[in-house]
Every structure is written in C-alpha cells, then in structure tokens.
C-alpha cells in the first residue's frame, strides 16, 4: 500500500504523465479541426503537434526545478533526459518518418506497375510477398515547431501543478 500512495503522490511523475496527456487531446483536436474527422491514432500515435514526449520531459523538468530546485540530482537528470528526447524526436526520428513516406510511395509506384504487368503471373507472385506488409508508420518524429510546442506546454504543466 505504501508503495501506491508514494506512487500516486510522485509529483515529477503526475506532472509527465499530465505534459503527455494535454499534448495528445490537442494533438488529436487539431487533427480533427485540420482533417474534419477524428483519429483515435492521433489521441495515442506519435508524431504531430505537439510533441508528446517534448511535453512530457519538459513536464517533469518544470516540476523537478520548482520543487527539488536547479542544484538536484532529480533536475539534472529530468533536464538531460528532456534535451535527449527533444533532441532525437527532431533527428533520427523525423528522418525515420521521412524515409518512410518515400518508402510508402515507392511501394505504391511498384505496386501500380505489377498491376500493369497483371497477365505474368510471376510478377504478381514476387511482388505480392513483397509488399503484402502493412505500410510503414510516416508519424514518428517531429519538426523543430513540434517540439518547441510540446516543450512550452510541459513547462506550463510542470509550473501549473506546482
């Protein structure tokens, strides 16, 4: 018992969770108000505006600096783990979308030329074990804009809870 009540009061832990939280309803509300249809992926997927993660460590860097203060151990480490994320949901993960939708569109182009070539059927054969897989996920980085957003409002999380 002790162990969720020290869990349920972790207030670096509660301002993280609520940073992911709050990005995530906007990040689907303005895909609703953009695309005029609702997307349970937005409410839960990565990618998009804003920046979930960036919410969610700059969240708990707020509530680690304000309530431990600029000299702890807990705000050193909330503060690294923050620039990490931000830093790789901008690079490695942006350029992962990116190559992705290329990958996406090649596959679509292929798969418009097999078709051409229908009346060979060993074409449709190899091509069709090929691309039978799901395409691949476009929303897993962001742009700097992204993250910057998701970085303000963990920042306006973390000072609102503390």
Same mark, same amino acid.
């Given at each position: #018992? =002790?162990?969720? @009540?020290?869990?349920?009061?972790?207030?670096?832990?509660?301002?993280?969770?609520?940073?992911?939280?709050?990005?995530? +309803? *906007?990040?689907?509300?303005?895909?609703?108000?953009?695309?005029?249809?609702?997307?349970?992926?937005?409410?839960? $997927? =990565?990618?998009?505006?804003?920046?979930?993660?960036?919410?969610?460590?700059? /969240?708990? /860097? #707020? #509530?680690?600096?304000?309530?431990?203060?600029?000299?702890?151990?807990? !705000?050193?480490?909330?503060?690294?783990?923050?620039?990490?994320?931000?830093? =790789?949901?901008?690079?490695?993960?942006?350029?992962?979308?990116?190559?992705?939708? +290329? *990958?996406?569109?090649?596959?679509?182009? *292929?798969?418009? *030329?097999?078709? =051409? !070539? @229908?009346?060979?059927?060993?074409?449709?054969?190899? !091509?069709?074990?090929? !691309?039978?897989?799901?395409?691949?996920?476009?929303? +897993? $980085?962001?742009?700097?804009?992204? +993250?910057?957003? $998701?970085?303000?409002?963990?920042?306006?999380?973390?000072?609102? #809870?503390?």
């Amino acid at each position: #018992m =002790d162990l969720l @009540n020290e869990l349920l009061s972790n207030r670096v832990l509660a301002a993280g969770i609520c940073g992911w939280a709050s990005a995530q +309803v *906007i990040k689907a509300i303005l895909y609703t108000i953009l695309h005029r249809e609702f997307s349970l992926e937005r409410l839960f $997927g =990565d990618g998009g505006m804003p920046s979930g993660h960036s919410a969610t460590v700059s /969240a708990m /860097a #707020m #509530m680690s600096l304000l309530h431990y203060g600029v000299g702890s151990f807990e !705000f050193a480490i909330s503060a690294m783990l923050a620039i990490i994320v931000m830093h =790789d949901a901008m690079g490695v993960r942006l350029e992962t979308g990116k190559q992705a939708e +290329v *990958i996406n569109e090649l596959t679509t182009l *292929i798969e418009e *030329i097999v078709d =051409d !070539f @229908n009346n060979e059927e060993t074409w449709e054969k190899k !091509f069709q074990k090929v !691309f039978s897989e799901d395409k691949l996920k476009e929303y +897993v $980085g962001h742009t700097p804009l992204q +993250v910057a957003a $998701g970085g303000a409002l963990g920042l306006l999380i973390g000072w609102l #809870m503390h």
